[in-house]
């Protein structure tokens, strides 16, 4: 997959929300972060600028400087929150998912709603740290990406 740019942010592709509000993680990502590992998800809310959603899982936020996440929104932590309903914590709003062993989610309607997503769309597959994934909706990646000379895979 593509590096947009010397020094640019490097993507895993693009992402297209099905019908059913089904989207499917490029293979990379998915291997990357291991992130069907647990079967769960956590989907926090993207940046202004980007938009869209950030995915990474338990077992990646426990262990990092920003586990205090769930430490401090149990009910998130233990997945006792309807799936696919977001709570406040500190700027961000915070879910859970399960997740397919292919790698694939089902948007709550209400979840789609939220994020200011729709079918039909494409979400832009950023590495944004070791902790998370980004899939961004909008913003200058985005541009930067549909200007992009080489190709960049839709999943």
């Keep these: ?35 069907t590992a647990e079967g769960k998800i956590f989907l926090f809310s993207g940046s202004k ?13 426990l262990s990092s400087k920003i586990a ?5 929104n149990p009910l998130l932590q233990n997945y006792e929150l309807s799936e696919g309903s977001f709570i406040p914590y500190k700027g ?21 709603e939220f994020l200011h997503l729709e079918a039909g ?4 597959s950023i590495r944004s740290s070791n902790i998370a994934f980004t899939m961004g909706a909008k913003g200058p ?7 992009y000379k080489g190709d960049i895979e839709l999943f």
């Design 1 to 35: 997959m593509p590096q947009l740019g010397k020094g640019g942010k490097f993507v895993y592709g693009k992402s297209l929300i099905r019908k059913i509000f089904l989207i499917q993680f490029p293979p990379q990502a998915i291997r990357e972060y291991n992130i």
């Design 49 to 61: 600028s980007t938009g869209g959603f950030c995915i990474t899982r338990k077992g990646l936020l």
């Design 68 to 72: 205090n996440i769930l430490r401090d």
């Design 92 to 112: 961000r709003y915070y879910c859970w998912l399960g997740i397919s062993k292919e790698g694939q989610i089902i948007l709550p309607k209400n979840t789609l």
């Design 121 to 124: 769309m494409e979400l832009l």
């Design 141 to 147: 990646l985005l541009d930067t990406a549909a200007n």
